[in-house]
């Protein structure tokens, strides 16, 4: 069982490097966590992967064509889908 812990924080900047995706936190803070951790980011390709999108103000990511979503609060809980 997961908490539900909310975040006041934003993504500023989110990049694909070695199949690991990048985070640059508001509070210049980085995180990075590997495709294979999610089911449908761990299959696609590189292009599919850089395909990536902030959306929610910087509160989540979004991958069009893999219809994937992911959230802030999801991601630093360890959740990656």
Do not use: P
Request: charged share 30%; hydrophobic share 35%.
């Amino acid at each position: 069982m997961f908490l539900d812990i909310k975040y006041e924080t934003q993504f500023e900047k989110v990049w694909i490097e070695n199949r690991y995706i990048c985070l640059k936190l508001k509070k210049d803070d980085e995180f990075r966590f590997s495709a294979s951790n999610n089911r449908k980011l761990s299959n696609a390709t590189e292009s599919q992967l850089a395909n990536v999108e902030l959306i929610c103000d910087g509160t989540g990511l979004h991958w069009d064509k893999l219809d994937e979503d992911l959230s802030v609060s999801g991601i630093l809980d360890g959740r990656f889908g």
